[in-house]
């Protein structure tokens, strides 16, 4: 697995400005496509993060503004439906559900969050979970 720096791909005017009080986060992001050479892999994103933002707001932000090649499951996005469960820092949770101002650290020093597919969820491609009619009764608990 190799770790790659991706905020090289946006240019600072294309970015939107970091909110006052906002906390920088490094996502380490668990990446897989068959459809390239480098297998499993993980790409790291320095990513702006308020106290009240969710962890699926960081996710998105990822998308929308670092890499839009990064795929993930999402629906509801208020903890009802369950499709976008990942492991967070080792644990299968909710990535609406997760709160930032849990995940910040309080002395101000530097954060890592390690976002990879939920267990209960084969990868076919990237960080996207495998989440259909038929794997339901499997589905996360919407309590994390």
Not at 54 to 82: I, Q
Not at 99 to 117: C, F, Y
Request: aromatic share 6%.
């Amino acid at each position: 697995m190799t770790t790659l720096e991706k905020n090289d791909n946006a240019t600072v005017s294309e970015l939107p400005p970091v909110p006052e009080g906002a906390t920088m986060v490094t996502l380490k992001i668990a990446r897989f496509n068959p459809e390239d050479d480098k297998g499993q892999h993980w790409d790291s994103f320095q990513v702006p993060a308020l106290p009240t933002d969710r962890m699926l707001n960081l996710l998105l932000y990822v998308k929308g503004y670092l890499d839009g090649t990064l795929t993930f499951r999402r629906s509801c996005a208020h903890g009802v439906c369950g499709s976008d469960a990942m492991r967070i820092n080792g644990v299968n949770r909710l990535a609406c559900k997760i709160l930032m101002k849990d995940m910040l650290p309080k002395d101000g020093k530097p954060v890592t969050i390690t976002i990879e597919p939920s267990a209960a969820f084969p990868s076919r491609r990237t960080s996207s979970s495998t989440w259909s009619r038929s794997s339901t009764r499997s589905a996360p608990s919407s309590r994390s």
